[in-house]
Structure formats: structure tokens, C-alpha cells
């Protein structure tokens, strides 16, 4: 019988990774590992579903970067390598007024040098002021920008490149508002302001000196995201985890050098649940960080997905644009999913329509309400008539944890009150993206592993 147990509380593809990973780090029959999801299913904001006679549309997210590789090395050490595939490469827009492409030489809607402020004026997205504007940005003074993507980009290029570029790309990304968002959160964005005065400049270099992508910079499983839960769950279990859903944490108490979860024993406890609901679990245990993580403040959305008939030929090799903040009403993002993906291709278009982010609250909206919204809005946006055959609704309440400026101070106040044992993970603390949910849980499981080493 193995003498030493971990305790894994949540089933989302953080707590997923940890198991995995430590029944690789751990001599199989050493130690028992346990993963405990309060729910019914494996995967947190990771879900497929069949949808208007697709046998697998996701609800949640529907591909990783590749270019961070941690989701892509463990989608193929769990098996998908010959289950993968990429998103077609059609371009993305903007809508303001009408849709405008997104150019080319923007580094997460930065321009990168003269040509990218060109092409910005040939997608007519910004006003004659607003390019002059952005044209300036070289010339500009360092400022401190105060940890915030808002504060720095509005500074350096004007309020058209931050709320119809940045502000939107980043606030899709992230749920967000960037007027209030760390910009130490965006690590690409971040390391442009690090040591450089102009963004411009530096992101000319940045581009100058990255190597040519030769492959593709999204994937997902051809059965949809939630199939990489599913195979990281059949993975950890194939390793010796115990792994069981339904099965809520209520109770975890100090038990000298070790813990008690629900009464029972644990030489380590990872908490890969959100900061926010996690905080009620750790006061009695680590009342200060649990009243740093009280503080977390996530939003809200919802997917809208529409088996729309009719497709028009203007809309074609489009795959989808983005709201920007000033022009918002409910939407967001609208993503044309047989656009994307060549494997959904079939009748009509499928859309993946996202609502709400933070200080856009949609949880007080019924479904019905919702549909109604996002087929108003985006029939608006393309001058169509979606006419719907099929409608999903997919709620995600505080799915979004939000990167206040000083971010890291937080998450460094988070651990240091964090007793030996007792480790956290997942989107609240280095990062919402599942490559940055799966390399902060891998290091999460290395740490265990040397604190059961040295703990023997």
C-alpha cells in the first residue's frame, strides 16, 4: 500500500495536468494520487458537443497557441498526435461601422514599423487623426504606464490603436477591459515595453528577430478540445491516479506536517480551483493568502453558437472579427466556425458568438435573451439575415479571472502565505490560455514531487 497520498482538488486542465505529470515524476505504488472534480465531467472550461449535426463543437475554448509549446508537446505525449489539426488561416477583421481586415505587422494590435501604420491606413480602421496619431509613437517621451496595457498603449499610440486594435484583441482574449488589466499579464506585449521607450520600435525589432514560422500557430483535436481533457484524464488514470468526479472538497485542515482533506490523510494538497471560490477552503489553514485570493475578481460570458442556412460568398475565407469596446453592446467576438475549420465544413456556417466581459455582465440574461442579442447584433454587424436553424447556449460564469495592474505582487502574496504542502494552479494565477494553465500546472506537479523528496 502506498504510504504517502497528493490530493489534486479540481478537474479542469490544470488539476488534469498535475495527476498526469506526477504520475511521471512519482514511483508508480510510492504514492497515491488523487484528483477530485466537484462535477460531473473532466475538463472545466474545456467542452464538446455535438451541435446542428456536427458530431464535436466546442462550447468553451477551440484551439491553443502552438508557438507556447506546453498544450501541443502534451496533447502528443497523451496520444493526439494523428488526432490533430489546425484552423485554416483565413484572416480576422475588425468591425467598426463595417468590417476591416486586420493587416499584417501588428504584434497583438501594435504596430510593428511604418509599413504596419500603412496597411492600417489601407484596412481603414483608424481616422486620418488616429494614424497620425500612431505615426508619432517613436517621437513620444518614455511615461510610466503603471502596469497597465490601457494606460501604456493609450499613451504611446492614441485611444484608436488601443480601443479598435489592442483593446479589442487582448480584451477577447482575456474576458477583459484593458484600461484595467496588468500588462506584466501579457507577456508579449510586456517585454516590448520592458527596457524600450518606443513600442514601435521595439516591436519592429522584436518581428526582425523572430525566426519564420514554417507550421501552424493554432491546433486543437479534431474532436474538439474537450477530447485533450479527456485524454489527459485516461492518461493520468493509465498511470496510477485515482480520479473521481462528484466529488467536492469541503473541508481541508493542517495535520502537523501534513493535511486533512475531508478527514482524510495528504502529504501534499494542490488547489487547481479559481483563487476566488478556493480563498473559503485555505482561511483556516492560510488566512493570508486566503485573503488574497478573496480579492480575485473574474467575469463572466457566454458563447452563442448558430446553425445559420444561408452563407453569403463576401463573408467567405473570413474567420470571424472582433467588437471593439466603444461600439459594444453585447457582443464581443463572432467566430464563422466552417470558416476555421475545414472539418466543419458542411450546410451553412456554424457561429461561435461570444457576449459579456468584465464591465459587460451577461449573467442576468436569460438564454432566450441572449440568442435574441446575438443574432440582432451580428445580423447588424453583417448586414444579414442569420436566420438561424439551431441555437447553443453556453454560460460561463466567472470563467475569467481578471489581471488587476500588479498582478504579480498578488500572486507572490498569494504563495508566500501558503504553508509547505499546500501549492496552487491554474488560470487565476500566471495565465487564462491552456498553454499557460498546462506549463504552470507541470511545474506545480515538479514541486510536489521535491517537496515529498524532501519531506520523506
Known sequence: MPTRRVVVVGGGISGLTVAHALTGLLASGDVEIELREAGARWGGALRTTPFAGRPAVDEGADAY?????????????????????????????????????????????????????????????????????????????????????????????????????????????????????????????????????????????????????????????????????????????????????????????????????????ADAVVLATPAAATAPLVAGVAPDAASVMATMEHAGVAI???????????????????????????????????????????????????????????????????VARAVEEVGTHLALDLGPTAARVSRWPAAFPQYRPHHPAWIAAVESGLPPGLVVTGASYHGVGVPACVAHAEATAARVADHLARTE
Open 304 to 370: 452563442v453558437t448558430l446553425a445559420v442556412p444561408d452563407w453569403p460568398e463576401r463573408l467567405h475565407d473570413r474567420s470571424g472579427y472582433l467588437v471593439p469596446k466603444p461600439v459594444q453592446r453585447t457582443v464581443t467576438a463572432a467566430s464563422f466556425g466552417s470558416q476555421k475549420w475545414s472539418h466543419w465544413r458542411g450546410d451553412g456556417e456554424v457561429l461561435r458568438i461570444s457576449l459579456g466581459r468584465d464591465g459587460l455582465p451577461i449573467d442576468h440574461l436569460a438564454d432566450e435573451e441572449l
Open 65 to 265: 497557441l502552438v508557438r507556447t509549446p506546453a498544450a501541443a508537446n502534451l496533447a502528443r505525449r497523451v496520444g493526439l498526435t494523428d488526432a490533430l489539426t489546425s484552423p485554416i488561416g483565413a484572416p480576422a477583421a475588425v468591425w467598426h461601422d463595417r468590417l476591416h481586415p486586420i493587416p499584417d505587422g501588428l504584434v497583438l494590435g501594435v504596430p510593428s514599423g511604418p509599413r504596419s501604420i500603412v496597411r492600417l491606413a489601407r484596412a481603414g480602421l483608424l481616422s486620418g487623426r488616429g494614424l497620425a496619431r500612431a505615426a508619432l509613437e517613436p517621437l513620444l517621451p518614455r511615461r510610466d504606464h503603471g502596469d497597465s496595457v490601457g494606460r501604456l498603449v493609450r499613451a504611446r499610440f492614441g485611444h484608436e490603436v488601443h480601443e479598435r486594435l489592442v483593446d479589442a484583441l487582448i480584451g477577447s482574449i482575456y474576458g477583459t477591459d484593458t484600461d484595467h488589466f496588468s500588462l506584466a499579464m501579457v507577456p508579449q506585449l510586456a517585454g516590448l515595453a520592458d527596457g524600450h521607450r518606443s513600442l514601435l520600435l521595439a516591436a519592429r525589432a522584436a518581428r526582425a528577430r523572430a525566426s519564420p514560422t514554417t507550421g501552424p500557430l493554432f491546433e486543437a483535436p479534431l474532436a474538439g478540445m474537450g477530447a485533450l481533457a479527456v485524454a489527459v484524464a485516461d492518461a493520468a488514470r493509465a498511470g496510477g491516479a485515482r480520479l473521481l468526479t462528484d466529488a467536492a472538497v469541503t473541508d481541508l485542515g493542517a495535520d502537523g506536517r501534513r493535511w486533512r482533506v475531508d478527514g482524510e490523510p
